[in-house]
């Protein structure tokens, strides 16, 4: 099912740990993850809450400040590990081969300048495009994302752009230097869901039409199954699983990735009762022994609180950590 | 009690040496003023305990100190360290009174501005508004001039001067506490309006101001300071350090300088120490900060 | 109907002033400096009834005046126009003390478990707040930390939680406290506004269930606030679709998910994202964003949006018209079918 990552990969992450070093103690907000991305794939990266999602995407972009840290691991992109690269380097990435996209438009837009200003910075920093020849660039792009009087709007301010229009104006820019990798951190949970699907759409469309990556991080099981290839579930900072999309949403064999799908209700069907996960996500200041999992898994058995499980082959090509998976067509 | 020594903030405030500094000196003057009187054999006021064949002897370390008086003494043969001790006490007191009252009363209409609006806030932030374009020390000035002299004017003006941030920084917050949930929660709960700004929003509305009420006693130390200097302080039956300075003033220039440049080394460091730590505490409880 | 709706809206206005002070209100153009006075139209003539034990779910997207609705009918706002009747009464127009009885029928769910809750109150004065006001009895209220206790168990909390703060607990937790206090005064209506938009999917379904287990034990009735169209099919009986303040559509949820009539209703169930394959359904994309409620379309609010718009659209507001099964829809397009292409 899976690609042959090996040649392909576009980024590798392997057992990157990225630690804050707060008062309260060290929060181990991803320790061990590990996923590849191949050449024009689009990797969905779940989880709730406090499952270390987002760190990721700030750690790939080297967006870790203190008294956060990358303690270790490697992130290897097309071979050059970002980890160790200087900041010279990394400012290099940014912007020109990895881009990204947050869930509140106003973090990457700057009020003060137009719109226009804003693209055209980013040309200037990675083309060599002439001042013409820019401005036509920036005009065909916020066309390509569905902002029509183009021209005219790129003398508008961010203020005077709807949010879901906003949200647009991000992902062109975002798309402007052609980026190999664009990170997606919640891009459509503050929008509408109509707009939210318009958004998509446009995302979708643009990654095809670049042959670029996505990285695209939510806690929206929905979202992803409709945008990506595979999908990997985060759980307090561990991969819990990762596979194909279909694979993964139809039979997963984590008992966790199982309750996140049971527990999202459907318009589909009408149960009485939507099955839920007991308890709430653990401490990760001080986690339990053994699987973090699980004080709230139905098939916790005593395994499970002496050793942690290792992320293991499964069917269908996924890939679990957990002592006793589930088969497909089973049940929690 | 170990709960606070395990605190973030307390840990924040071994590490930080201005805060250390800053508390050091604010609870040095805090122990001056609380027991000065214990501190010093003379009662500046005192006329009897007075002595004229005393006066403007030198500090201690120079020709013609008397070891009786280590920081020299005044015309009137008063102990210069004695005037200190016993002038702090008049200036702090005169700060942390007028600050408490200024916060009681900025606050009470910051909260009554934010949280019923329309006229009544208009009228008391454009009052507030008109108070802040003007220097205090000239509203001061020009209110001590007006109702005369003596503590308690001194008191009324640096209230009249002081009530302004509070009541602004009060309605800010006031306006975006009672937009939160849980103020709508205590409406829906069938809670009187009184009962919502006590509950409800004071509460919240009090950690920044902490940090304002700080800074505040030093300032207010100044303003008194400079309004007994220019003549319309305090009585000279009440020398705070402000008009010690003024009083040594008068002869600095016939060498007699320690008369008032003593007093002036002890307003700055009361002020120097306050707005230490006033930073400090800033730093701590600003959420925007962290 | 043998019994009286427990909440029947009628026909609620909430318009709001806005502009801020004299002078930025100020404006000079060429007839001359005239006072603008902006009115944001939130609910333009909102109509609903719940029964007991009935649970009606508003949908709508941001600023389509669903919340509004719902913090006009807890009393929260002052409605400008309309019925708002609480066991047959009508209490728009109540007062302070008129109010106080009726609070202890009607309660209401915050959407921010952060927000909701006074981060200076420990938990059991918070879930006794309401409580307390309708108690002024001494004996009464030497009960009321007993009763807390057990609402407390009930909401899946035990008793040492009652002495902690706040920020001690989880989202979840909070929003657990947030429905104990809401049931503290035994209310028989529940207005929840977007109970779990903020929470996780796992501790979602945890609320979700406890709303309904609380509904069969206690009769309740929920006016149920929310953006999430599978939420809503999940807990509620009937649906009222809301747009720029407007009841677009009105339906039983059998019906209306089976069978959604108005244009939007069904754009927004064509744009639900969902794990499941994608069902068989009509795909409507809707183009362009909400207009500004400071200054609603002429006719019809949607049409701005509306693939299937035309002339009359912009004429005429259409009305809320039945068209059976309990089913009632404001638009053109049910005199003039042809015209729905698809």
Same mark, same amino acid.
């Given at each position: 099912m899976m690609k042959d990552a090996a040649n392909t990969a576009l980024l590798t992450v392997r057992n990157l740990r990225t630690y804050f070093h707060t008062f309260s103690g060290t929060v181990? &907000?991803?320790?061990?993850v590990s996923f590849e991305i191949g050449q024009g794939e689009v990797m969905g990266l779940v989880g709730e809450s406090g499952g270390g999602k987002s760190v990721v995407g700030f750690s790939i972009l080297g967006l870790i400040d203190s008294p956060g840290k990358i303690e270790g691991g490697e992130i290897l992109l097309e071979g050059r590990d970002l980890v160790t690269a200087g900041e010279d380097h990394l400012r290099h990435v940014r912007g020109r081969e990895i881009s990204m996209v947050f869930q509140d438009p106003m973090t990457s837009l700057n009020p003060l300048h137009t719109v226009g200003r804003q693209m055209d910075e980013v040309l200037r920093l990675h083309s060599d495009l002439r001042a013409d020849a820019r401005h036509k660039a920036c005009v065909d792009m916020l066309e390509s994302v569905g902002i029509s009087r183009a021209a005219e709007r790129l003398k508008a301010y961010p203020h005077q752009f709807s949010g879901g229009m906003r949200q647009r104006v991000v992902i062109a820019i975002a798309m402007l230097a052609n980026p190999k990798l664009i990170i997606a951190d919640e891009p459509t949970t503050a929008l509408d869901v109509t707009i939210q699907s318009q958004i998509l759409k446009l995302m979708r469309a643009q990654i095809a039409d670049k042959g670029a990556s996505m990285i695209l991080i939510t806690h929206d099981l929905a979202v992803v199954s409709e945008m990506a290839d595979h999908i990997t579930v985060l759980y307090c900072g561990n991969v819990v699983e990762r596979g194909a999309t279909r694979d993964l949403i139809e039979t997963p064999a984590h008992p966790y990735t199982r309750g996140l799908i049971d527990s999202i209700p459907d318009t589909s069907e009408r149960l009485d009762r939507l099955s839920q996960i007991p308890g709430s996500v653990p401490d990760i200041r001080n986690l339990p022994q053994g699987c973090n999992f699980r004080d709230r898994?139905?098939? &916790?058995?005593a395994l499970c609180a002496q050793k942690e499980p290792p992320l293991t082959p499964q069917h269908n090509g996924l890939m679990a950590a957990c002592h006793f998976p589930l088969h497909p067509g089973e049940r929690l | 009690m170990t709960t606070f020594l395990n605190s973030e903030f307390f840990h924040n405030y071994t590490r930080s040496s201005s805060a250390i500094i800053g508390s050091t000196l604010m609870a040095l003057f805090a122990f001056a003023v609380i027991a000065g009187p214990f501190l010093v054999a003379q009662n500046p006021y005192d006329i009897a305990s007075l002595d004229l064949m005393d006066s403007y002897k030198p500090p201690v370390w120079l020709d013609g100190g008397d070891p009786r008086f280590w920081l020299g003494t005044d015309g009137q043969g008063r102990d210069v360290w004695a005037s200190i001790l016993y002038g702090a006490r008049i200036s702090v007191f005169i700060g942390l009174v007028a600050m408490i009252a200024s916060c009681v009363i900025g606050t009470l209409l910051g909260l009554i501005a934010g949280f019923y609006g329309g006229i009544v806030d208009s009228v008391i932030m454009r009052i507030a508004d008109v108070q802040l374009s003007f220097p205090s020390i000239l509203i001061a000035l020009f209110l001590m001039s007006a109702v005369g002299t003596g503590v308690d004017k001194v008191l009324i003006a640096l209230t009249a001067v002081g009530w302004v941030v509070y009541a602004r920084t009060v309605r800010g917050s006031t306006l975006s506490e009672i937009e939160k949930e849980y103020v709508q929660a205590a409406r829906v709960a069938g809670l009187p309006n009184h009962k919502i700004i006590r509950k409800h929003v004071l509460p919240n509305v009090l950690t920044p101001l902490i940090v304002i009420a700080t800074i505040q006693v030093g300032t207010f130390v100044l303003i008194e300071a400079s309004l007994s200097f220019l003549g319309v302080g305090v009585p000279i039956t009440q020398p705070s350090l402000g008009l010690l300075i003024k009083n040594g003033f008068d002869v +600095?220039?016939?060498? +007699?300088?320690w008369t008032s440049v003593f007093p002036g080394v002890a307003i700055m460091m009361l002020v120097f120490g306050i707005n230490l730590f006033g930073d400090f505490l800033r730093d701590e409880l600003n959420p925007r900060l962290k | 109907m043998t019994q009286a709706p427990v909440l029947d809206v009628r026909d609620l206005e909430m318009h709001f002033a806005v502009g801020g002070g004299l002078l930025d209100r100020l404006k000079l153009d060429a007839k001359g400096i005239r006072l603008e006075k902006p009115i944001v139209h939130a609910v333009n003539g909102v109509s609903l009834s719940i029964a007991q034990g009935e649970i009606m779910a508003l949908v709508g997207e941001s600023g389509c005046g669903k919340s509004t609705v719902a913090k006009t009918i807890a009393r929260i706002y002052e409605p400008t126009k309309g019925k708002i009747r609480i066991d047959g009464k009508d209490i728009a127009n109540f007062g302070f003390a008129q109010m106080l009885p009726v609070r202890a029928r009607m309660q209401m769910i915050f959407q921010d478990p952060y927000a909701s809750?006074?981060?200076?109150?420990r938990v059991r004065d918070i879930v006794a707040e309401p409580l307390l006001e309708q108690t002024k009895i001494a004996q009464e209220r030497a009960a009321v930390p007993e009763k807390i206790a057990r609402l407390l168990a009930r909401v899946g909390l035990n008793a040492e939680h009652a002495g902690r703060y706040p920020h001690q607990f989880s989202g979840g937790q909070r929003q657990r406290i947030g429905i104990a206090r809401a049931l503290s005064v035994t209310p028989g209506l529940i207005i929840a506004d977007e109970p779990v938009s903020a929470l996780d999917v796992s501790i979602q379904a945890q609320i979700l269930n406890l709303m309904k287990d609380l509904r069969d034990e206690f009769g309740l009735a929920y006016l149920f606030i929310s953006h999430d169209l599978s939420v809503v099919h999940h807990i509620a009986d009937k649906v009222g679709v809301m747009y720029l303040g407007f009841m677009v559509e009105n339906a039983p949820r059998d019906v209306l998910f089976a069978r959604p009539r108005h244009p939007y209703t069904r754009a927004l169930l064509s744009a639900a994202p969902s794990v499941?394959?994608?069902?068989d359904i009509e795909e409507i994309v809707l183009t362009g964003e909400v207009p500004s409620a400071l200054d609603l379309p002429s006719g019809c609010c949607f049409r701005t949006r509306c693939p299937f718009a035309w002339k009359k659209c912009a004429q005429e507001r259409p009305q809320l018209q039945d068209v059976g099964d309990g089913q009632s829809v404001a638009c053109h397009l049910i005199d003039a079918p042809e015209r729905d292409t698809r």
């Open positions: 181990r &907000a991803v320790d061990g898994c139905p098939r &916790a058995q | +600095l220039f016939s060498g +007699l300088w | 809750l006074n981060p200076r109150q499941k394959a994608k069902r």
